[in-house]
């Protein structure tokens, strides 16, 4: 991890879900012990700047380089308590910017929750939560901002790949783009030409 997780835990440390699983036989291949720090983003705006996402629950923000670090998900509209992190990204042109997907499966919810923040993660807009889906169907797994645009996001969800060309505001914005409905991880954007490389999340063929 290097210098800047030096520190304080960025996970809760519950002992339920750090346990060992199986009966005669342990099982634990360590994807079930949760309390694991599971997406990363450094922001290219401003140095220093970098947000943290676990798989039980936890967003932390640091603006110093890791020095100290502030949990920012109580500051989410709606998120019910301990949902995974499975995407945190800090915005391609405002440092202060970052969007976070959140998956909730393994609680039986099958919803996506998809959130922006402006400030820092003081405050959260919604872009997509059960109450308000614009259309997308299944959790999500991943939300991208474009090197150019900066209202045109992608969002990669266990049913699909979506687009939205206004930042997620309009619904008739958002929809899906690809056939037939798989899960969805977007791999990146070449710099270079701005293409948009992705790829279903259990297969091997990439786009």
Request: glycine share 12%.
């Amino acid at each position: 991890m290097g210098p800047h997780f030096a520190g304080p835990d960025h996970q809760r440390s519950g002992k339920t879900e750090a346990g060992t699983s199986g009966g005669v036989t342990v099982d634990n291949s360590s994807a079930e012990m949760h309390t694991t720090i599971y997406s990363i983003s450094e922001s290219p705006k401003q140095k220093g700047l970098i947000w943290v996402g676990t798989d039980d629950g936890n967003l932390q923000l640091t603006r110093d380089g890791g020095k100290t670090w502030t949990n920012v998900v109580g500051n989410i509209p709606g998120l019910p308590k301990n949902s995974w992190v499975n995407w945190v990204q800090a915005s391609n042109f405002n440092p202060g910017t970052a969007y976070a997907a959140f998956d909730r499966h393994t609680f039986g919810d099958m919803e996506p929750y998809v959130f922006k923040t402006t400030d820092y993660g003081k405050t959260w807009t919604p872009l997509v939560t059960p109450q308000d889906p614009k259309s997308v169907r299944g959790y999500a797994h991943v939300i991208k901002e474009d090197l150019v645009k900066p209202d045109l996001l992608f969002l990669g969800t266990e049913f699909g790949l979506w687009v939205s060309i206004d930042g997620g505001k309009a619904g008739h914005n958002l929809k899906a783009t690809i056939s037939p409905p798989l899960p969805y991880a977007i791999w990146r954007f070449n710099r270079a030409t701005t293409n948009l490389f992705w790829r279903p999340t259990a297969a091997g063929s990439g786009y």
